[in-house]
């Protein structure tokens, strides 16, 4: 565990403010969930929550099967990393934290598909993969993570098959999240 020299006070209703430093590396925002731990050597430790991860085996059969169905790779991203994967990209994109780029886009809470010659959106800064198609999951009106198909090529446009299924996928998994 890493140290930051940084204490703050409990206020008399148990409160205590977590830092913005920490707060924006971690990307922690208003409203989000964080999971609380203690162990035996008396901490405790705030673990940013993510309701993607308790639909992770199930989102990687879901990317498996779409993969498997159109031969593209394909992710599925909660809001702040790849969650599960398929694919090709599925060693080089796993676990790793999503660009910028990708979070902006997810926020915009409408399905995107690349167009030759737009800006080209990474998945992930250590990969040359980038969004295909992004639809995202929205669960109890919030944007919960996204389905992805992706592609290193430069020629990685998809059709009308890859939109329609990212937008199924994200939206059964949405349902999922609410029940």
């Given at each position: 565990m890493k140290?930051?020299?940084?204490?703050?006070?409990?206020?008399?209703l148990g409160r205590v403010v977590i830092p913005k430093e920490i707060?924006?590396?971690?990307?922690?925002?208003?409203?989000?969930?964080?999971?609380?731990y203690t162990d035996k050597d008396g901490e405790?430790?705030?673990?940013?929550y993510s309701p993607m991860g308790e639909l992770s085996t199930f989102a990687a059969q879901l990317s498996e099967t779409m993969t498997k169905t159109t031969g593209s790779s394909t992710a599925v991203i909660d809001r702040d990393?790849?969650?599960?994967?398929?694919?090709n990209a599925k060693r080089e994109i796993?676990?790793?934290?999503?660009?910028?780029e990708l979070e902006?886009?997810?926020?915009?809470?409408?399905v995107y598909q690349y167009k030759q010659g737009?800006?080209?959106?990474?998945?992930?800064?250590s990969s040359d993969y980038y969004?295909?198609?992004a639809a995202p999951i929205i669960a109890e009106g919030d944007v919960s993570g996204c389905v992805l198909f992706i592609s290193n090529d430069e020629e990685g446009l998809s059709g009308d098959t890859e939109y329609k299924l990212a937008q199924t996928v994200a939206g059964f998994l949405g349902r999922q999240m609410e029940a």
């Open positions: 140290a930051t020299g940084i204490v703050r006070r409990i206020d008399d707060r924006r590396t971690m990307r922690i925002r208003e409203g989000d969930s964080l999971e609380i405790v430790i705030f673990k940013k990393s790849v969650v599960a994967a398929a694919g796993i676990d790793k934290r999503i660009t910028e902006r886009l997810m926020e915009g809470r409408q737009e800006q080209k959106v990474p998945v992930v800064s969004v295909v198609v």
